[in-house]
C-alpha cells in the first residue's frame, strides 16, 4: 500500500531554515508528481509546491516562491521541502501528497512552528 512518512520538522526562528524529507513506498515514486501541502490552524489546507516525476518542473504557491524549493530523489523515494527565510505565517502542519491512479494519498504531516 501507498505509505508517505514527513519527518524534519520543529521549532525555528523567523529566517531560519528547515528541510523537510517525505519518504514514500507503495508505489512507483519515479512516475508520480509529488505535492507538499500545508495547514495552519483554522485554516484551509493549501498547496505549496509541486514537482514533476522526474523533477524537471516545478511550481510554488506565491507566498513561497523564491524561498521554499522542492525537490526529489527518485533513487530514494523521497521527496524533499527545503525552506529558507521562514516567517511565522508558515507555521502549519506540512503533508506530503501524491495522486496515483486517482487516488489521493496522505502523509501523517510534520509541524513546523516559525517562533522568536
Known amino acids: 500500500q501507498v505509505q508517505l512518512v514527513e519527518s524534519g520538522g520543529g521549532l525555528v526562528q523567523p529566517g531560519g531554515s528547515l528541510r523537510l524529507s517525505c519518504a514514500a513506498s507503495?508505489?512507483?515514486?519515479?512516475?508520480?508528481?509529488m505535492n507538499w501541502y500545508r495547514q495552519a490552524p483554522g485554516k484551509k489546507r493549501e498547496l505549496v509546491a509541486t514537482?514533476?516525476?522526474?523533477?524537471?518542473?516545478?511550481n510554488y504557491a506565491d507566498s513561497v516562491k523564491g524561498r521554499f524549493t522542492i525537490s526529489r530523489d527518485n533513487a530514494k523515494n523521497t521527496v524533499y521541502l527545503q525552506m529558507n527565510s521562514l516567517k511565522p505565517e508558515a507555521t502549519a502542519v506540512y503533508y506530503c501528497?501524491?495522486?496515483?491512479?486517482?487516488?489521493?494519498?496522505w502523509g501523517q504531516g510534520t509541524q513546523v512552528s516559525v517562533s522568536s
Open positions: 501528497n501524491v495522486v496515483y491512479w486517482r487516488r489521493s494519498y
Open positions: 507503495g508505489f512507483t515514486f519515479s512516475s508520480a508528481a
Open positions: 514537482v514533476t516525476s522526474a523533477g524537471g518542473s516545478t
